[in-house]
């Protein structure tokens, strides 16, 4: 084996935990930053043999990577291999001029900014700091530092939006144009205080997510941007100067493909096992602080198991599988009544093999259609 070729690190700092976040996360504890970078390092000073010698992708998620404290932040990224594609999510309100050009110094080629949404009671109901104003000076901040790369997360169906609010921030979004968007509906757990505050509101918005979904992808495919997963979008090759655009980062997760996460809560897939770490950050740094591995979780993954998670990621893709590597999973009767239905696309590559794929029908209806692909 010669190594995950993908690599996540999680920094789990934030300024504050809005009411429907289920991450891994830690308020302030900027005591803490400087030692959690030193155990983040030791972790990766401990697996040597389970990354290769030049990663093709390095991702920085979090909680607020960009909250982390600017030396421990800046040391880290020192630390770190260089990869074709490095990415860092960003909170609005944390990127200046200077943040914005020290990652650049530092190797990081991608950003990915949680704009969420550009309507002021949207963002006082989702509990975050930036205002409109504070994603345009963020983005602008980026452009200057020389950033060519740039992602959009925005949310829709939150309490108290209407269908022409989410069509406003999507304007709001073109308009300024970044390479990347992701477009997530609103997932706020059972029990959280997000639900026990809006359980009513939630509820009639989940009745509207469908109309909010192609609605998203209505105006973004209207607008040349290529719908390659069902939450994501990015500019063509041919708008790009030959670029593929496409978050290579989670390509890897969607492809099947072994990675490292690194962090507390962090999850790795390697060689059909995968183990998360604790999720307990006071044991985390203490564990690395003595030299050892944080306590992990693990899971044997079966081939079979891995095969079916990869037809049900794949299949959010716009691109097909290859029916062969996934027939012990398929159920091979259900696909000529699924292409009847316009659901499903069957095809050949450039080899001759026999490929399947999901219309853009059968996209938009997601994954019933997987589900009874399923054998």
């Not at 607020?64 to 404290?69: A, D, M």
């Not at 708008?239 to 290579?248: E, F, K, N, Q, T």
């Given at each position: 084996?010669?190594g995950?070729?993908h690599?996540?690190?999680?920094?789990?700092?934030?300024a504050?935990?809005?009411?429907?976040?289920?991450?891994?996360?830690?308020?302030g504890?900027?005591?803490?930053h400087?030692?959690?970078v030193?155990?983040?390092?030791?972790?990766?000073a401990?697996?040597?043999?389970?990354?290769?010698?030049?990663?093709?992708?390095?991702?920085?998620g979090?909680?607020?990577?960009?909250?982390?404290?600017?030396?421990?932040?800046?040391?880290?990224?020192?630390?770190?291999p260089?990869?074709?594609?490095?990415?860092?999510?960003?909170?609005?309100?944390t990127?200046?001029?200077?943040?914005?050009?020290?990652?650049?110094?530092?190797g990081?080629?991608?950003?990915s900014?949680?704009?969420?949404?550009?309507?002021?009671?949207?963002?006082?109901?989702?509990?975050?700091?930036?205002?409109?104003?504070t994603?345009?000076?963020?983005?602008?901040?980026?452009?200057?530092?020389?950033?060519?790369?740039?992602?959009?997360?925005?949310?829709?169906?939150?309490?108290?939006?209407?269908?022409?609010?989410?069509?406003?921030d999507?304007?709001?979004a073109?308009?300024?144009g970044?390479?990347?968007l992701?477009?997530?509906?609103l997932?706020?757990k059972?029990?959280?205080?997000?639900?026990?505050?809006?359980?009513?509101?939630?509820?009639?918005?989940?009745?509207?997510?469908e109309?909010?979904?192609?609605?998203?992808?209505?105006?973004?495919?209207?607008?040349g941007?290529?719908?390659?997963?069902?939450?994501?979008?990015?500019?063509?090759?041919?708008?790009?100067?030959?670029?593929?655009?496409?978050a290579?980062h989670?390509?890897?997760?969607?492809?099947?493909?072994?990675y490292?996460?690194?962090?507390?809560?962090?999850v790795?897939?390697?060689?059909?096992?995968?183990?998360?770490?604790?999720?307990?950050l006071r044991?985390?740094?203490d564990?690395?602080?003595?030299?050892?591995?944080?306590?992990?979780?693990?899971?044997?993954?079966?081939?079979?198991?891995?095969?079916?998670?990869?037809?049900?990621?794949?299949?959010?893709?716009?691109?097909p599988?290859?029916?062969?590597?996934?027939?012990?999973?398929l159920?091979?009767e259900?696909?000529?009544?699924?292409?009847?239905?316009?659901?499903?696309?069957?095809?050949s590559?450039?080899?001759?093999?026999?490929?399947?794929?999901?219309?853009?029908?059968?996209?938009?209806?997601?994954?019933?259609?997987?589900?009874?692909?399923?054998?």
């Amino acid at each position: 084996m010669n190594g995950a070729r993908h690599l996540y690190l999680h920094l789990p700092f934030c300024a504050h935990r809005c009411g429907y976040c289920d991450f891994v996360t830690a308020v302030g504890r900027r005591d803490q930053h400087d030692a959690y970078v030193e155990a983040l390092l030791g972790e990766l000073a401990l697996e040597p043999k389970l990354l290769a010698s030049e990663p093709e992708t390095l991702f920085l998620g979090g909680g607020t990577p960009t909250f982390t404290e600017p030396r421990a932040l800046e040391r880290l990224l020192q630390s770190l291999p260089r990869a074709r594609e490095t990415t860092v999510e960003a909170n609005p309100e944390t990127v200046t001029q200077e943040l914005a050009e020290t990652l650049r110094r530092h190797g990081v080629n991608r950003v990915s900014l949680g704009v969420q949404s550009f309507q002021p009671h949207l963002l006082e109901v989702l509990e975050r700091v930036a205002q409109p104003d504070t994603v345009r000076r963020a983005f602008y901040s980026l452009r200057d530092a020389g950033f060519d790369n740039i992602s959009f997360d925005l949310i829709y169906g939150i309490p108290g939006q209407s269908a022409s609010e989410l069509e406003s921030d999507l304007d709001e979004a073109l308009e300024l144009g970044p390479e990347h968007l992701s477009c997530y509906e609103l997932e706020a757990k059972p029990g959280t205080r997000f639900t026990h505050t809006h359980g009513d509101e939630l509820a009639r918005q989940g009745e509207a997510m469908e109309g909010y979904f192609e609605l998203v992808v209505e105006r973004l495919t209207a607008a040349g941007y290529r719908w390659y997963e069902t939450a994501n979008f990015c500019l063509p090759m041919e708008r790009a100067g030959g670029r593929d655009l496409r978050a290579r980062h989670n390509l890897a997760y969607w492809l099947g493909r072994d990675y490292l996460g690194l962090g507390v809560g962090a999850v790795s897939t390697i060689a059909g096992r995968r183990w998360r770490n604790t999720p307990r950050l006071r044991a985390y740094i203490d564990a690395l602080a003595a030299g050892r591995r944080p306590k992990r979780e693990v899971e044997h993954l079966s081939p079979a198991v891995m095969s079916r998670e990869r037809v049900m990621l794949g299949l959010r893709l716009d691109e097909p599988l290859r029916v062969a590597e996934f027939a012990n999973v398929l159920d091979l009767e259900a696909l000529p009544r699924l292409q009847r239905l316009g659901l499903l696309r069957r095809d050949s590559d450039e080899q001759g093999t026999p490929t399947v794929g999901l219309t853009a029908r059968g996209r938009r209806l997601g994954g019933g259609v997987t589900a009874d692909l399923l054998a």
